[in-house]
């Protein structure tokens, strides 16, 4: 079974960046697609970005263009999120999640399996 531990949070000021990884355990992560969530308090959990189990295709949403990339590594079975430009706004509790597929990651409607996410606070 996947397991996934997401690190690499903390608090930086507007402007600022960091890097969140994802770490896998349990089975191959290259058999996975792995998006990136963030949730605030109140409200609804919202995907930020997706990539296939190759590692070749990403789906961004339209925040997340030019600011963050995601990449993976599945020789280290390890996804990363670097986030850029981080507004007030992109404070939230960011989370990786995993799916068994190879189809297109824009194509999945749910994720099986889920990180304990990580606290990115932006704030001057």
């Known amino acids: 079974q996947l397991q996934l531990v997401e690190s690499g949070g903390g608090s930086v000021r507007p402007g600022g960046s960091l890097r969140l990884t994802c770490t896998a355990s349990?089975?191959?992560?290259?058999?996975?697609?792995i998006g990136w969530f963030r949730q605030v308090p109140g409200k609804g959990r919202e995907r930020v970005v997706c990539?296939?189990?190759?590692?070749?295709?990403?789906d961004y949403e339209d925040y997340a263009k030019g600011r963050f990339t995601i990449s993976k590594d599945n020789a280290k079975n390890m996804a990363y999120l670097q986030l850029n430009s981080l507004s007030l706004e992109d404070t939230a509790v960011y989370y990786c999640?995993?799916?068994?597929?190879?189809?297109?990651?824009?194509?999945?409607?749910?994720?099986?399996?889920w990180g304990q996410g990580t606290q990115v606070s932006v704030s001057s």
């Open positions: 349990g089975v191959a992560l290259e058999r996975y697609a």
């Open positions: 999640a995993g799916k068994y597929t190879d189809s297109y990651c824009s194509t999945i409607q749910r994720y099986d399996f």
């Open positions: 990539i296939d189990n190759r590692g070749r295709s990403t």
